[in-house]
């Protein structure tokens, strides 16, 4: 062991405590949401898929949570038709990985109000 | 009329059980009726921890369903004679509590006692909810560890939105209540400390329980630590804590034991 770690080892407890810092700020602003992220993913889908046929599976949604902020990233998968209506020749399309286009959107600069 | 006061933590293993015992017993050392109750229902342990599990006959889920009068469930302490157990049931379900009948077996206890005190059983469903639903102050049990930490942080949100108080719109009185503590850990950095913990929870602090030996024995033996060695540190500790309860203003500290000789020159290095 290094001396390097032994000092290490010695402040844990300023860790430990930054650590519950930004976890509860978190966890006591969500308290009465338990799932934020289910239902926005839910939502996100419904609102793609008016314009859009995606599949489920193709649809992500993660939250970063960071000290001062946190980032929100939806990430779908769509086909080349942006903008068809859902048809059963879009929805096919789907399956042909070949013509897939990946769109990311990052939202960053949450409050933690939010999540 | 009783002060109801729930003894929670949402961890399990911090040491609910142990503190409403010797809370229980410094209470009535004052000569107050009080009351402990047992709502950890299938896993009961109080019974055990104040040396009265031979003399169980009803439980709290009897009173509930009518089956025994509350007379017939309490167990007087054979030491300290202001002092009353309602074990739980160890072999029913959780489920058989009801809110209605818990709130007819308080209100009963009110009447009877100075202090009730509700042992919480640990997490957050029916047991732990009930035991809080009905109080009027609350003792949150905190380890100085971050699991610990957080859970208390997440009973503290129920305590102000699923008691009976709180709907009210009442504040509900809460007490932090810090065991296990290692001053000397804490102090090398290597434990939260006593201001960290009060920072994150914001709620006010009751006592400081120092690791011992000491609890342990307590339990080997069936008796609380406030009873079977009420000089040790950690008995002074909830002894003052008891203090605290009752009204009184008494400085916080951490009591050490009175170690010997070769514990004060290496208890340092030994720690």
């Known amino acids: ?115 | 009329m009783a002060k109801v006061l729930v003894v929670t933590s949402g961890k399990g293993g911090v040491g609910k059980t142990t503190s409403t015992a010797a809370l229980g017993v410094a209470l009535a050392q004052t000569g107050q009726k009080v009351a402990v109750v047992d709502f950890d229902v299938g896993l009961r342990n109080l019974d055990l921890v104040l040396g009265a599990e031979r003399r169980v006959v009803f439980d709290l889920i009897n009173v509930v369903q009518g089956v025994a009068k509350l007379s017939q469930a309490l167990i007087r302490d054979k030491r300290v004679e202001t002092l009353w157990l309602l074990p739980a049931s160890q072999t029913r379900d959780k489920d058989a509590l009801t809110e209605v009948g818990v709130g007819g077996v308080i209100r009963e206890m009110r009447s009877k006692f100075d202090w009730v005190i509700c042992d919480s059983p640990a997490g957050i469903e029916r047991g732990a909810t009930l035991a809080m639903r009905f109080a009027d102050a609350a003792v949150i049990v905190t380890n100085p560890e971050v699991s610990s930490v957080r859970d208390s942080d997440r009973i503290i949100g129920l305590l102000d939105s699923k008691t009976e108080k709180a709907e009210r719109g009442e504040h509900m009185e809460k007490h932090i209540l810090i065991t296990r503590y290692d001053a000397q850990r804490a102090q090398r950095g290597e434990m939260l400390n006593i201001e960290d913990i009060l920072e994150i929870l914001s709620i006010p602090l009751l006592g400081i329980i120092p690791e011992s030996q000491e609890v342990l024995r307590a339990s080997n033996v069936g008796s609380p630590v406030t009873l079977c060695n009420a000089t040790s540190a950690p008995a002074r500790a909830y002894l003052n804590a008891a203090r605290r309860l009752n009204g009184d203003v008494v400085p916080m500290s951490i009591p050490t034991e009175h170690q010997r000789l070769f514990g004060r020159l290496f208890g340092r290095r030994a720690a």
């Open chain 1, 1 to 115: 062991m290094s001396i390097l770690n032994l000092f290490r080892r010695r402040g844990s407890a300023p860790l430990a405590r930054e650590r519950l810092q930004i976890l509860l700020s978190h966890e006591r602003s969500a308290g009465n949401q338990p799932d934020l992220l289910a239902i926005l993913h839910e939502d996100i889908l419904a609102t793609i898929a008016r314009q859009i046929t995606v599949q489920r599976e193709n649809v992500h949604v993660r939250i970063d949570r960071g000290a001062t902020v946190s980032t929100l990233e939806i990430d779908v998968e769509i086909p080349h038709l942006i903008g068809t209506a859902p048809t059963p020749l879009a929805r096919h399309s789907t399956t042909q990985t070949a013509g897939v286009g990946r769109h990311t959107v990052k939202m960053a600069n949450f409050s933690h109000g939010l999540v």
